[in-house]
């Protein structure tokens, strides 16, 4: 043998992925997210729901605060915003509070001297649908 011939290094095959196996991982990759997609949607709503009831529970805590310190509840022309500033020194309610997860107010009133109604219209933004959250 020459030493041309023992110096040679054996050249390498390059390889390359196929048509067919791009093809197949984006199948793959379509499958995936046709079944992953459609369980993630519904997420993001039900969080606002959960969001609004858990507000609505504590609105009505401070409602129950505002009763007790003034023997009444707030009157329906005065709703929910009266907690903003009642007490003046340490407020029963923030200001962040007065509208639902939807960006809307909250549906405030009262129903007798003892007794008030509050909800929200819900993902519709509608009352008296079927989506209205109630605490």
Do not use: C
Request: aromatic content about 6%; cysteine-free; charged content about 25%.
């Amino acid at each position: 043998m020459s030493t041309a011939m023992m110096l040679r290094v054996p050249r390498r095959k390059k390889r390359a992925f196929t048509l067919i196996e791009l093809l197949l991982v984006l199948v793959i990759i379509g499958v995936l997210a046709a079944i992953v997609i459609p369980n993630l949607a519904g997420r993001g709503q039900k969080a606002k729901i959960d969001a609004a009831k858990a507000s609505l529970t504590s609105i009505q805590s401070a409602l129950k605060m505002f009763e007790v310190e003034n023997s009444r509840f707030p009157t329906t022309e005065e709703g929910i915003d009266l907690l903003t500033t009642q007490p003046p020194d340490s407020p029963l309610l923030e200001k962040k509070h007065l509208r639902d997860p939807w960006d809307s107010p909250w549906n405030y009133k009262l129903v007798s001297a003892t007794k008030f109604e509050i909800y929200s219209n819900g993902p519709d933004g509608r009352p008296g649908t079927d989506d209205d959250i109630y605490p």
